[in-house]
């Protein structure tokens, strides 16, 4: 049976000449060096040290973040989070495209930001990105996967576990594997 399909997918034939990591060899590897050691082995309440640490590699930290040191950044200069925005334990964000959290935001532990796949068509697998964002006050509980182009709007909570392949209305609480809608966040009445 495996013999029929053999020749349409030849990984042999990869290339990712088309995609920009953004940034040269040595600084990719310096900041992944600078991750895991003095970023990840910081103490739980030194959030300005892995700010400034993650800032200088470029990512764009607002005021009163905090980042924990188990979190990883593929590549940070893609990376913006604004003013008082937590990022739990073991949040992966695999940057090979933008990801812009906004301002007041909470991304739980283990959750993975996903910003890359591959064309399923494709015989070569060719890389595919697509920009995230996670605008202002939203929420993203733990353990929840975020596909590649995904926008979260304003005030949204996507539930524990869930995986977000479409974006999520503002105000409104998702939930399951793909997330559906469950309810609205706050009522009108809270709005005003």
Not at 46 to 55: A, C, K, P, S, T
């Amino acid at each position: 049976m495996i013999t029929k399909f053999k020749n349409l997918v030849r990984l042999e034939e990869y290339n990712q000449d088309g995609y920009s990591k953004g940034n040269s060899s040595f600084v990719i590897l310096a900041w992944w060096f600078i991750q895991a050691t003095l970023f990840r082995f910081s103490l739980h309440n030194m959030y300005g040290w892995r700010n400034f640490l993650i800032g200088l590699f470029g990512a764009n930290i607002g005021q009163g973040v905090k980042i924990r040191s188990s979190a990883k950044f593929t590549y940070p200069w893609k990376v913006t989070i604004g003013d008082y925005s937590w990022i739990g334990d073991n949040v992966q964000f695999y940057s090979l495209d933008e990801i812009r959290i906004g301002a007041n935001c909470v991304v739980s532990q283990e959750s993975y930001l996903c910003t890359g796949s591959h064309n399923t068509k494709d015989p070569h697998f060719g890389l595919i990105t697509k920009p995230i964002v996670i605008k202002d006050g939203a929420w993203v509980a733990s353990d929840v996967f975020v596909y590649p182009g995904v926008t979260i709007n304003e005030m949204a909570v996507v539930a524990a576990r869930s995986t977000v392949i479409k974006d999520i209305p503002a105000n409104e609480v998702h939930a399951g594997s793909p997330a559906k809608y469950v309810k609205k966040r706050f009522e009108e009445d809270e709005l005003l």
